[in-house]
């Protein structure tokens, strides 16, 4: 979990300019991680940059540990990320 986290909330401070809100919620069988942020590029699956140090290993890894994702885009062009992990 604090991997996702962390995860998360870097995306959020290098793509949204460090304003955002992080939630987390237990469940009986999980727990829940959301970040909310003012940017609307959404996460994306891509091709990790092994050299130039730009990243692309994040979103992957939190799709791996999580039993579900999704991101939620807001008429305010903000977005809430959702990962959902077990308990």
């Known amino acids: 979990m604090v991997l996702v986290v962390s995860e998360l909330v870097t ?4 793509h949204a300019g460090g304003t955002f809100a992080l ?3 237990a469940h009986p069988d999980s727990i829940e991680v959301a970040v909310h942020d003012t940017s609307p590029q959404t996460p994306r699956m891509c091709t ?3 050299n130039g140090g730009t990243g ?6 939190v799709n791996r540990l ?3 994702t ?3 885009r807001w008429p305010s062009g903000s977005k809430t990320v959702r990962a959902v992990l077990p308990r």
């Open 23 to 25: 939630a987390l919620a």
């Open 70 to 72: 999704s991101v939620t």
């Open 56 to 61: 692309g290993f994040g979103w992957p890894m």
């Open 48 to 50: 990790p940059d092994l």
């Open 66 to 68: 999580a039993r579900a």
């Open 11 to 14: 995306y959020a401070l290098r």
